[in-house]
């Protein structure tokens, strides 16, 4: 008869999502994980697999949780402008260590393939959120139909990425708020 799982797995693959979201998926080993989690190595690979296959759990566990909550901002009824903004300006506050999926598409993705589609995928969701939110912001008349839906999403995805990135690297706060407005400008034209 097998033991009974001693731990809670969704609150140990947070704890994992946090470290690998912190440290990045080369420079958490293995013992940063255990301990993190408050597991052994047996339970560890019963539950989650090896530490690549934890990891794409944790990125998983990642989109479900912070994906969620950033995306569904776009869905909130009222005016669409001002619920981008406030997007652009939650990612120029957003934490220094950057996003989860953002990291891994710079660290991982370009040698993974597995990891590029996932990232891929959850690109394309925001692509398609923000695509959703645009278009009601057409219907609603804050924006003009000069341009497509989609290449004004596409142009979000880029500016968003881009926040987080330079967030990440320690641009002052004054300049991603620039970025942002000119950005927000930019949708209008």
Same mark, same amino acid.
């Given at each position: 008869?097998?033991?009974?799982?001693?731990?809670?797995?969704?609150?140990?693959?947070?704890?994992? =999502?946090? &470290?690998?979201?912190?440290?990045?998926?080369?420079?958490?080993? &293995?013992?940063?994980? !255990?301990?993190? =989690?408050?597991?052994?190595?047996?339970? =560890?690979?019963?539950?989650?697999?090896?530490?690549?296959? !934890?990891?794409?759990?944790? &990125?998983?566990?990642?989109?479900? /949780? =912070?994906?969620?909550?950033?995306? #569904?901002?776009?869905?909130?009824?009222?005016? &669409?402008?001002? /619920?981008?903004?406030?997007?652009?300006?939650?990612?120029?506050?957003?934490?220094?260590?950057?996003?989860? !999926?953002?990291?891994?598409?710079?660290?991982?993705?370009?040698?993974?393939?597995?990891?590029?589609?996932?990232? #891929?995928?959850?690109?394309?969701?925001?692509?398609?959120?923000?695509?959703?939110?645009? *278009?009601?912001?057409?219907? *609603?008349?804050?924006?003009?139909?000069?341009?497509?839906?989609?290449?004004?999403?596409?142009?979000?995805?880029?500016?968003? *990425?881009?926040?987080?990135?330079?967030?990440?690297?320690?641009?002052?706060?004054?300049?991603?708020?620039?970025?942002?407005?000119?950005?927000?400008?930019? !949708? *209008?034209?």
């Amino acid at each position: 008869m097998p033991r009974p799982k001693e731990f809670d797995p969704e609150d140990a693959l947070h704890c994992a =999502m946090e &470290v690998f979201w912190d440290k990045g998926y080369e420079a958490a080993s &293995v013992r940063d994980l !255990l301990d993190a =989690m408050g597991i052994n190595r047996g339970s =560890m690979y019963a539950c989650f697999g090896d530490k690549r296959e !934890l990891f794409l759990q944790s &990125v998983r566990h990642y989109l479900e /949780q =912070m994906g969620a909550a950033f995306l #569904g901002r776009l869905d909130e009824p009222g005016p &669409v402008l001002p /619920q981008l903004a406030g997007l652009l300006t939650h990612v120029a506050e957003g934490p220094r260590h950057g996003c989860l !999926l953002t990291n891994t598409a710079v660290e991982l993705a370009p040698h993974d393939d597995e990891v590029s589609a996932a990232v #891929g995928e959850a690109l394309a969701g925001l692509e398609q959120a923000l695509a959703r939110a645009l *278009q009601r912001a057409v219907e *609603q008349g804050e924006l003009a139909d000069a341009a497509s839906s989609g290449r004004r999403a596409r142009f979000l995805v880029t500016v968003v *990425q881009g926040l987080v990135v330079l967030r990440k690297a320690g641009t002052e706060r004054a300049v991603l708020d620039d970025a942002a407005f000119v950005a927000m400008e930019a !949708l *209008q034209r």
